[in-house]
């Protein structure tokens, strides 16, 4: 309590300064004043109006039926990768990590261009169907796990790549996405919220 009541003192002291010196009226100064005053006010309108927000087990199931498609889960591959500039060093990669047998993370930490992946033994980790460029993808998603393919070009360099595992396209239940869904229809309740208000207050953008 002493260290609390110290703080808080030093604040009310350091505030009051600041007033009799006038800062308040200094142009950043009054506008980040104004600005936390309008956080202030938001959330705690936001607080207010949540509090009869349906959250419920019931309308968390129907939201979720009405949108089970958005939390299915897509293809993915465990995929690690070497970049290098050319295809004739990605053919010699491939060489020496295929025909040479070769430890591929040994490989990939010595010779790829790739300094986000290159520490880690090439791995980008889990990866979704279209979520790299289309000639990365298009090659990650033929090998089945533990194959090498490549060299296959993109923007970034030639690549070779290896996958070490799939996963298939499955479908969700509510539980497994259970802190999603809350969060996704709260938004939906927030949008409702902000476009009553548009209407109401009006709202116009310059």
Known sequence: RENFAKQVSMALLL??????????????????????????LAQAFVSSASSKWDLG???????????????????????RHILVGSEEEATDVLLEVFAKE?????VAAEKSIDPGSANTGGNL??????????????????????RIGG??????????????????????????????????????YLDLEVERLEKSLGLEID
């Open 15 to 40: 505030s009051e300064a600041g007033r009799q010196k006038g800062l308040q009226l200094d142009p950043s100064v009054a506008a980040k004043l104004k600005w936390n005053a309008v956080n202030i």
């Open 57 to 79: 087990r019931p309308a968390l199931e129907a939201w979720f039926s009405q949108h089970e498609d958005d939390y299915s889960v897509s293809e993915s591959v465990h995929v």
């Open 102 to 106: 070769t430890d591929f993370g040994a």
């Open 125 to 146: 980790g889990w990866v979704s169907r279209g979520q790299t460029v289309p000639g990365f993808d298009e090659l990650a998603f033929s090998l089945e796990p533990g």
């Open 151 to 188: 060299p296959v070009e993109t923007k970034y360099g030639w690549h070779v790549i290896q996958v070490l595992e799939k996963r298939p396209a499955r479908t969700t239940t509510l539980d497994e996405v259970l802190p999603r869904v809350k969060e996704d229809l709260q938004k939906h």
